[in-house]
């Protein structure tokens, strides 16, 4: 069974490993809380799951050590296992699902794995894993599931402890459920007065759900773009953990999170992955409980591909009021586009794009339609301009901002 002995001995065996990464004050997540990021995304690998696989490679006999070891993950847990295993000197197999970023699938080959690409999802790697497990013998290091994997992931919870004496509030990612039920279990251990609550993503609630039912089940598909966190059916002993040891489990969008990762880029300089911003997007959109109090958002990781770094950015802007794309029904007269810039420039809107369109079989002969895409600050403003494009007698369509 997991205790507290067995998360403090992870701590001892980790302390010269892993990084023991510093509370940021973040004052912009939230006007009503003092809120932190506990940023294990410049942990070693780009994320937290070191802590639990260096754990459990730790702790495996010399037999099973001469075998190797295999894993399957959507990314992070990947690269720790890899990293662990190399530096054990030990043989590591790692069975990826053939959507996880290529930046993941890169890192992990360089930490010295043997990769195997699967198609499907996480889960879907999980079986490829455990039927080369049982044809060549390796030690399956599974990636949430794991009482020592577990007891790794819960060194964060003495960490935060020792780091804010007077914490309140932890928000913390799941995905199968490994960190939080370590986190929970530590912190719940030793102060049982600090809540904790946990985030999914609305598009692969498998935990939430589980909870919800008091059952573990299993979702027929997964869609978000906090792929480390995509995950099909929660484990039995992290369903376990969760039911016992956490206060609340919420669900936040993919532009919930995208405005997150937005945030935490402009304020804090620091990048997330999708599932690593998800208990910062709970903090922001208020889907916990904590006006008034001392908060921890755990940023899990920061592994994301560049190319969906660009896509979440703009989506984080749209979200937030940043950004704001006008289609304008027009007379083609000379003009026109001046009049709009003008409205627009007046009102502090930035034109970065137009498009214009006359060939339409359903409008007039004559008229035609402008598409503009600007920069904005807010709602707010987003609002003044479209009301000042009226006043001027300019007919708005199907706007999307």
């Known amino acids: 069974m997991l205790t507290l002995d067995k998360i403090y001995h992870a701590s001892y065996v980790l302390k010269d490993v892993i990084r023991r990464t510093d509370l940021i004050h973040a004052p912009q997540i939230s006007s009503t809380a003092t809120v932190y990021l506990k940023p294990e995304n410049l942990q070693l690998t780009g994320s937290f ?169 299993r979702l027929p598909g997964v869609s978000t773009i906090a792929d480390g966190i995509a995950v099909k059916e929660p484990g039995q002993n992290t369903f376990n953990l969760c039911s016992k040891y956490v206060d609340k489990i919420v669900t936040v969008t993919d532009d919930e999170v995208s405005s997150a990762i937005l945030s935490m880029i402009e304020h804090q300089k620091l990048i997330a992955e999708g599932a690593g911003a998800v208990a910062v997007a709970a903090a922001m959109f208020n889907k916990v409980p904590i006006e008034g109090k001392n908060v921890v958002c755990l940023v899990s990781g920061g592994n994301i591909d560049v190319t969906i770094l660009d896509r979440v950015i703009k989506r984080g802007l749209l979200t937030a009021g940043r950004s704001c794309a006008l289609t304008i029904e027009l007379i083609d007269k000379p003009g026109q586009l001046l009049l709009i810039s003008k409205i627009i420039a007046e009102n502090g809107g930035n034109v970065i794009s137009v498009h214009h369109e006359r060939a339409n079989a359903s409008m007039d002969i004559n008229g035609c339609f402008l598409r503009v895409n600007m920069e904005t600050r807010n709602f707010e403003q987003i609002e003044q301009i479209k009301s000042a494009l009226i006043k001027a007698g300019l007919k708005l369509e199907n706007n999307k901002f």
């Open 49 to 217: 799951k070191v802590r639990g696989s260096y754990y459990k490679i730790s702790q495996l006999s010399d037999d099973e050590k001469a075998k190797g070891v295999i894993a399957c993950s959507a990314g992070n847990h990947a690269q720790g296992v890899a990293l662990a295993a190399t530096k054990n000197g030990i043989k590591s197999t790692i069975c990826l699902p053939d959507c996880a970023p290529i930046s993941k699938v890169e890192a992990t080959k360089k930490y010295g794995a043997e990769i195997c690409l699967v198609e499907g999802v996480y889960d879907d790697a999980y079986q490829k894993a455990l039927q080369l497990r049982d044809e060549n013998g390796y030690t399956f290091i599974h990636p949430f599931d794991d009482e020592d994997v577990i007891a790794g992931q819960g060194t964060i919870g003495l960490e935060l402890l020792d780091q804010l004496k007077n914490i309140d509030v932890v928000i913390v990612p799941i995905g199968g459920g490994g960190l939080i039920s370590g986190v929970a279990f530590a912190i719940k251990s030793l102060n049982p007065n600090v809540k904790v609550y946990g985030v999914q993503s609305s598009g692969a609630p498998s935990m939430f759900n589980s909870i919800k039912n008091k059952k573990i089940e």
